[in-house]
């Protein structure tokens, strides 16, 4: 079914019975992921690479080793003239202090009371001076839209854009975001019987993760009060993308689904979406193929429905229904994407979440009843997504979708496709982020840059590391389900450069799909280039982008931006005291990484130096 159709059927919602879920027509079907032969390709130079990268895992060692290079590119990434060039001594001074400062535990662990106990001392007006010389200077790039313009285009000239980001938070107690949290997660059916079984443990509030924020240092954390709060939320993001249009020509605008309306929605979304996706594997293991990978794992649809039958699940003309469209099981099996496509036909909202039931052999809903409200609420979310989506268009920005705990992002990735669906027709508006420090990370890639391929629209994905590792794993290990992160950090890397090797094969193949190395990471990066030099890929055809945080890894994004290459920062901003707890936790953050490599304070120093012994004491910028 396509967006259009799925959210107007969403917002046509009316009250009457579940209609039998059968496939939606107009699928076509392709081969798993191809790449052109190497005869396509010619020859190769023999000799040279650019970079020496970390080893890793690759799909395939060897596949490019004899093809054409027609255009290396070496960055130099100790080169700190280039890497900072666009930086005064002030600001390079400015780096340096914030940079030792987040070295040191007890200015991070207690920053937030001795930001308060500052702005007491100060006031007000000296407390904002202050910060704006020191960590909100190096980290945000000023108070509204109007204030970030300057910066924005100092970047821009010197090759680096700007992924937009709205970074006010609430500054709630935990007791506060508890509450907030149950309240906004918990259904009516489930309070009237909160000791029913039939949820899984991972999908359902848990109070003593209640306040999201905990063990989270990289994330903006949205807490649900009502529904004209994500309406102002929504209009909050609506004013990023109008200032991301402004800004710049190319740019990005990021937003978070938490922030869009309630969260039951997703967690039960998410829940309906898992026990699909657990049934398909169910039935696969009958059928003996639970061993090959995901997208070879094909349904012979005759022994299905025998299956089916032996267990008394549902009668056959309940089955015959199920597997019928114009595409679906044509070609007498019925894989995962086929399989996908049997939640998408519904008028009630609520009849989403229809979950197959082993026990009774029908489809059922996920809960008994489902409250007038509670349908409205989630009609509302779906149109908060759709205006965002259909202004961003308009504005020619795109639009990049935040990942959020593994418990919320089945529906959100879901709800993220299906924007892709209608937006990313002629050229990428619409990306997702993948967490590669996820078990499925490559699963979810592949899957959807295999329907982004049957169905001929953009694929369009910014791949990061993750965010939420101490709270998924704690959350995971106190509950009682299985752990769903890697299990160390080479483990990540690893499903990293898998899941960035397979993209980059797939704009090798067709040049429709896109990607976002988003990663404070030399090794990546120099990985990614290697990559890009072995299949021909210009950064002039922009299809690769990389990303860093305002204030960080100058060294990697302005000497990739002057050479060329299509790199962002992400651009926080918001009033000084609003972003208050983002700046919490980018110190938080920074500890960590500073204390892990000295390489940005080392190259800093290098250029000031550099720069008092050359004269250039009073450096400033040229553009």
């Known amino acids: 079914m396509s967006y259009t159709k799925f959210v107007a059927a969403l917002l046509r919602a009316t009250p009457g019975n579940v209609r039998k879920i059968r496939a939606s027509p107009g699928r076509c079907r392709s081969t798993v992921a191809s790449t052109k032969s190497q005869e396509e390709k010619g020859q190769q130079i023999d000799g040279c690479t650019v970079v020496e990268a970390a080893p890793v895992e690759l799909i395939s060692q060897t596949k490019h080793a004899e093809n054409t290079q027609l255009c290396k590119i070496h960055i130099d990434f100790d080169n700190t003239e280039e890497a900072y060039k666009s930086k005064d001594n002030v600001e390079l001074l400015r780096s340096l202090l914030v940079f030792k400062l987040c070295t040191i535990d007890v200015l991070v662990e207690k920053n937030k009371e001795l930001m308060d106990l500052t702005k007491k001392v100060l006031g007000q007006w000296m407390f904002e001076k202050l910060m704006k010389m020191t960590f909100y200077g190096q980290f945000v790039a000023g108070e509204d839209h109007n204030s970030i313009k300057p910066l924005i285009q100092k970047n821009q000239a010197f090759g680096v854009g700007a992924v937009l980001d709205y970074s006010v938070e609430e500054d709630l107690t935990q007791e506060e975001?508890?509450?907030?949290?149950?309240?906004?997660?918990?259904?009516?059916?489930?309070?009237?019987?909160?000791?029913?079984?039939?949820?899984?443990?991972?999908?359902?509030?848990?109070?003593?993760?209640?306040?999201?924020?905990?063990?989270?240092?990289?994330?903006?954390?949205?807490?649900?009060?009502?529904?004209?709060?994500?309406?102002?939320?929504?209009?909050?993001?609506?004013?990023?993308?109008?200032?991301?249009?402004?800004?710049?020509?190319?740019?990005?605008?990021?937003?978070?689904?938490?922030?869009?309306?309630?969260?039951?929605?997703?967690?039960?979304?998410?829940?309906?979406?898992?026990?699909?996706?657990?049934?398909?594997?169910?039935?696969?293991?009958?059928?003996?193929?639970?061993?090959?990978?995901?997208?070879?794992?094909?349904?012979?649809?005759?022994?299905?429905?025998?299956?089916?039958?032996?267990?008394?699940?549902?009668?056959?003309?309940?089955?015959?229904?199920?597997?019928?469209?114009?595409?679906?099981?044509?070609?007498?099996?019925?894989?995962?994407?086929?399989?996908?496509?049997?939640?998408?036909?519904?008028?009630?909202?609520?009849?989403?979440?229809?979950?197959?039931?082993?026990?009774?052999?029908?489809?059922?809903?996920?809960?008994?009843?489902?409250?007038?409200?509670?349908?409205?609420?989630?009609?509302?979310?779906?149109?908060?997504?759709?205006?965002?989506?259909?202004?961003?268009?308009?504005?020619?920005?795109?639009?990049?979708?935040?990942?959020?705990?593994?418990?919320?992002?089945?529906?959100?990735?879901?709800?993220?496709?299906?924007?892709?669906?209608?937006?990313?027709?002629?050229?990428?508006?619409?990306?997702?982020?993948?967490?590669?420090?996820?078990?499925?990370?490559?699963?979810?890639?592949?899957?959807?840059?295999?329907?982004?391929?049957?169905?001929?629209?953009?694929?369009?994905?910014?791949?990061?590391?993750?965010?939420?590792?101490?709270?998924?794993?704690?959350?995971?290990k106190e509950i009682g389900y299985e752990d769903p992160i890697n299990p160390d950090y080479e483990a990540t890397n690893r499903m990293y450069h898998k899941c960035l090797e397979y993209v980059l094969e797939e704009i090798d193949h067709s040049r429709k799909a896109n990607i976002m190395v988003a990663t404070h990471n030399e090794d990546t990066v120099k990985f990614t280039l290697e990559k890009m030099n072995e299949m021909g890929l210009s950064p002039t055809e922009n299809k690769v982008y990389f990303g860093q945080l305002l204030g960080m890894c100058d060294q990697i994004s302005f000497p990739l931006g002057q050479a060329g290459f299509p790199v962002y920062k992400y651009v926080p901003y918001g009033p000084v005291n609003e972003v208050i707890p983002y700046l919490s936790r980018r110190a938080q953050e920074n500890r960590g990484f500073m204390k892990g490599s000295q390489r940005e304070r080392s190259l800093l120093w290098t250029e000031l130096k550099r720069r008092v012994l050359g004269g250039q004491m009073f450096y400033k910028p040229v553009y």
Request: charged share 30%; aromatic share 10%.
């Open 177 to 476: 975001a508890v509450k907030k949290e149950m309240d906004a997660c918990v259904s009516e059916a489930e309070k009237e019987s909160p000791d029913a079984d039939y949820r899984e443990k991972k999908y359902k509030a848990h109070r003593q993760f209640g306040d999201r924020r905990g063990g989270v240092t990289s994330a903006r954390t949205y807490f649900y009060a009502d529904e004209s709060k994500c309406d102002n939320q929504m209009e909050t993001f609506i004013n990023c993308i109008s200032a991301s249009g402004g800004a710049s020509a190319d740019g990005f605008s990021a937003i978070k689904m938490t922030a869009l309306g309630r969260p039951q929605f997703l967690l039960q979304f998410s829940e309906v979406l898992v026990k699909w996706r657990q049934f398909f594997n169910f039935l696969s293991a009958k059928q003996g193929k639970s061993d090959m990978i995901v997208l070879e794992q094909k349904l012979e649809l005759e022994q299905l429905k025998e299956t089916l039958t032996k267990m008394d699940i549902g009668a056959m003309d309940d089955k015959e229904n199920w597997f019928t469209g114009e595409k679906l099981g044509l070609s007498g099996t019925i894989d995962l994407l086929d399989w996908n496509s049997l939640i998408n036909d519904t008028t009630k909202i609520s009849n989403l979440l229809m979950v197959p039931n082993l026990q009774t052999g029908h489809l059922e809903p996920l809960l008994n009843t489902f409250t007038a409200e509670e349908e409205r609420q989630m009609k509302r979310m779906l149109q908060r997504v759709d205006v965002l989506a259909k202004h961003a268009m308009e504005k020619g920005v795109r639009l990049m979708v935040d990942a959020e705990q593994t418990y919320f992002q089945p529906a959100i990735s879901r709800l993220t496709l299906e924007m892709q669906r209608k937006f990313n027709r002629e050229k990428p508006i619409i990306f997702n982020t993948y967490q590669c420090y996820l078990k499925e990370a490559y699963d979810n890639v592949t899957v959807d840059v295999e329907l982004s391929r049957r169905e001929g629209w953009y694929f369009g994905a910014k791949l990061v590391r993750g965010a939420y590792m101490y709270q998924e794993r704690d959350r995971a």
